[in-house]
C-alpha cells in the first residue's frame, strides 16, 4: 500500500492506479456459473405463461448472453442445472404442468451493441435475432431434476463478434411456453460436456434479471451493473419485490445508498443514482438484503437498469472491474475533470 499512498500526491494518478486496480482484478475463474459466485443468488426463474405474475416473474422469458474470449479456440458447451419444471427446486402452482424452451443461438443478430432487440427487454420487439444452433423444452422430466443437461458443442465462431469487447457472444433464450409453475435453474459454461470446467475470461449478462431470493435472513445476493462512459446516472427498477428488506448501492465511492423505495407485491418500483466520473468503465454492487423479523419465503423478483438515456445496461455474472469494494477516505468528487 506504500506506493498507492505515493501516488496519492497526484489527483491524476490516484485515477489512474484505480483503473489499474480494476483491471488486475477482472479475472475470475469462477465467471461461467450463472449466477456466479460473486452474485450468491440460488436460481434463476422462468415461470410458465398462465403463471401469475405476482409469483414474481413479469413476463415469462427471459434472455441471457455468454461471451467468449477472441483467444479461446475449443468448442465449449452450455450446461443447465435443473432445466425440468418439477420434482426438486421448482415452484409448485396446483400440479407441475409447465414446459419451458431452451433455445441457444449465435450468428448476426445476438449481439446486443449491434441489435437492440435482442436484449429481450420489450415485449413484442425480437428478441430471438440471430441462429438457433440447439433448441429443447423440458417438462417434468426425472432424468433431468437436479441434474444438468448439456447443449453443445458450439463453435466460438459460431457466436456474434462484438469489436469493442473482441469476444464471441452467444445468446440463451429460456421461454416459460405453457403451464403456470415456477422452473428455477442455473447455467454453466464449460469446456466439458459432463463437468463444470471454465472458459477461461468468459462472463455471461443479462438486461433483466429475473431470481429468486434464499430463504433464509443472513444471505445477501448481489447484481452488478456495468456502468460504461456517458453515463450520468442511472435508474434501477424492481419487479414484486414483496417488500423484503433493503437493496444498497455499493462501490468504491458508495457506502451503501438505500435504493428506497422497492416494490411490494406485481407492481414496479425504481431509484435513480448519480454516478461519479471514476465509477465509469467499472461495476457497481446492488446488494439485496433480506428483510428480519418474519421470513418472506420464495420470493422471485426482477431487476433493469437504465442510463439517463433510457438505455438498458448489462448485469454481468463475473462483475468487470472486479467485485467494488467501498474505499474510505478517498473522496472522488475531489478529482477534476481532465483538460
Ligand atoms: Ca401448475
Ligand atoms: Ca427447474
Ligand atoms: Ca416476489
Redesign the pocket.
Known amino acids: 500500500m506504500t506506493n498507492f499512498a505515493g501516488l496519492m500526491k497526484s489527483d491524476k494518478n490516484i485515477l489512474f492506479t484505480l483503473l489499474l486496480l480494476s483491471s488486475i482484478a477482472s479475472v475470475d475463474l469462477f465467471s461461467q456459473a450463472v449466477p456466479s459466485k460473486d452474485e450468491n443468488i440460488p436460481?434463476l426463474v422462468t415461470f410458465g405463461k398462465q403463471g401469475e405474475t405476482s409469483w414474481g416473474d413479469d413476463d415469462f422469458y427471459q434472455v441471457w448472453f455468454f461471451s467468449i474470449p477472441m483467444e479461446f479456440k475449443q468448442q465449449f458447451y452450455i450446461r443447465v442445472?435443473?432445466?425440468?419444471?418439477?420434482?426438486?427446486?421448482?415452484e409448485i402452482q396446483g400440479e407441475f404442468n409447465t414446459r419451458?424452451l431452451f433455445a441457444v443461438y449465435g450468428g448476426k443478430g445476438v449481439d446486443p451493441d449491434q441489435n437492440e432487440e435482442s436484449k429481450g427487454l420489450l415485449n413484442g420487439l425480437n428478441y430471438k435475432g440471430g441462429t438457433m444452433l440447439a433448441s429443447r423444452v423440458?417438462g417434468t422430466e426425472a432424468r433431468y431434476?437436479n441434474k444438468y443437461f448439456t447443449f453443445g458443442p458450439f463453435n466460438p465462431t459460431a457466436g456474434d463478434f462484438n469489436k469493442k469487447w473482441k469476444v464471441y457472444m452467444f445468446k440463451i433464450v429460456i421461454e416459460g411456453i405453457s403451464g403456470d409453475d415456477g422452473?428455477?435453474?442455473r447455467f454453466f459454461m464449460s469446456r466439458d460436456p459432463n463437468n463444470n470446467i471454465p472458459v477461461e475470461g468468459g462472463n455471461a449478462f443479462t438486461y433483466e434479471y429475473t431470481f429468486r431470493m434464499w430463504n433464509d435472513f443472513r444471505s445477501v445476493a448481489h447484481i452488478y451493473p456495468y456502468v460504461d462512459t456517458g453515463v450520468v446516472w442511472v435508474k434501477e427498477s424492481n419487479f414484486d419485490w414483496d417488500d423484503d428488506g433493503h437493496i444498497l448501492v455499493v462501490s468504491r465511492y458508495k457506502q451503501g445508498i438505500d435504493a428506497k423505495p422497492v416494490s411490494t407485491e406485481k407492481d414496479w418500483k425504481d431509484f435513480r443514482v448519480g454516478i461519479e466520473p471514476a465509477e465509469i468503465g467499472a461495476s457497481l454492487d446492488f446488494q439485496f438484503h433480506k428483510k428480519q423479523g418474519t421470513l418472506v419465503k420464495n420470493n422471485n423478483v426482477v431487476l433493469t437498469i437504465e442510463n439517463q438515456y433510457g438505455e438498458a445496461m448489462p448485469f454481468y455474472s463475473s462483475p468487470i472491474g472486479g467485485v467494488p469494494k467501498y474505499v474510505t477516505n478517498i473522496s472522488i468528487t475531489k478529482v477534476p475533470k481532465p483538460k
Open positions: 436460481f442445472f435443473d432445466p425440468d419444471c418439477g420434482g426438486e427446486h421448482d419451458t423440458f431434476d422452473n428455477l435453474y
